[in-house]
């Protein structure tokens, strides 16, 4: 019996990496030959001609996820500390189980529910509220992997630190943080990931944009959503685009997923 458990887990353990494997060697053929230099460099050519590239896109996408990350991430760390250090059981109790909900909610919601604040309060599409959609859908994220990570910080170190008169405030910012500073660091790279690979929100609140733009104020491109338009329309070039902006971004996901199993194991 404990041969046969061992065989059912190692081919699990192969299904669920083969997958993933699949999906990588299927991207990587269909997306090689399209990645070249012009595909980071140009803007799109007008629509039915073969050419140009993404450059808007990735651009887009840096400013959107750097705004979501400049407010939801501190938010997220804050939420962290405070379901770590709180001595509050009721007030903590509700604030991990809204979370874990929000954790949940599907990533279109966010997106309806960014369009009903934002949007609508602007008048128009905008990267604010693309970046605002992005944000909340890392809270839970970076809430919950801060708390983890703050819970492994020894209490002899806290105990120590208020044993000599030291506020307790004081003793969170200046003796636990810093001392789970890699696990933060690694919550936060996993929330970047999440929000780069994220589409549905965007097209509520973003929408997308053919040519330069980095007013944050406007309709901008995203690497996701300009996937999206690609593979729809009805242009073999396009779909090759496509394909090469699936790869950049695949291959982006795999490397901070990487980066954040290396700085465990080192922190480990």
């Known amino acids: 019996m404990d041969i046969v458990m061992r065989g059912l ?12 494997l699949i999906l990588v060697v299927h991207v990587l053929i269909n997306g090689a030959a399209a990645l070249t ?14 050419g140009g590239g993404i450059a808007h896109a990735i651009v887009g996408s840096v400013i959107i996820v750097g705004i979501a990350c400049l407010w939801g991430i501190p938010v997220g760390i804050g939420a962290g500390i405070y379901l770590s ?4 059981p009721s007030l903590t109790a509700a604030a991990r189980f809204a979370a874990d909900v929000l954790s949940g909610v599907p990533s279109i919601i966010v997106g309806i529910f960014g369009y009903a604040l934002i949007v609508t309060a602007l008048g128009t599409f905008s990267g604010i509220a693309g970046a605002f959609a992005l944000g909340v859908i890392s809270l839970p994220i970076v809430a919950r ?11 002899d170190l806290r105990e120590a630190s208020l044993a000599l008169g030291i506020p307790r405030w004081r003793t969170v910012l200046s003796v636990v943080v810093p001392t789970a500073a890699a696990g933060l660091i690694t919550g936060s790279m996993l929330a970047v990931a999440r929000m780069a690979g994220e589409t549905a929100p965007l097209i509520f609140t973003t929408l997308g944009n ?7 104020f406007k309709p901008m491109a995203t690497m996701t959503l300009t996937i999206f338009q690609y593979a729809i329309w009805p242009y073999e070039d396009l779909h090759q685009q496509a394909w090469a902006a699936s790869l950049v971004l695949l291959l982006f996901v795999l490397g901070v997923n990487i980066t954040v199993r290396l700085a465990s194991r080192s922190r480990g």
Do not use: H, K, Y
């Open 37 to 50: 230099p012009i595909l980071f460099t140009q803007l799109p050519a007008p629509i039915g001609l073969p």
């Open 9 to 20: 887990c190692g081919l699990a353990a192969v299904i669920g990496a083969g997958g993933l």
């Open 145 to 155: 992997t801060t708390e983890e990570t703050l819970r492994l910080v020894p209490n």
């Open 210 to 216: 053919n040519f330069w733009n980095t007013d944050p």
């Open 85 to 88: 250090e709180s001595r509050n």
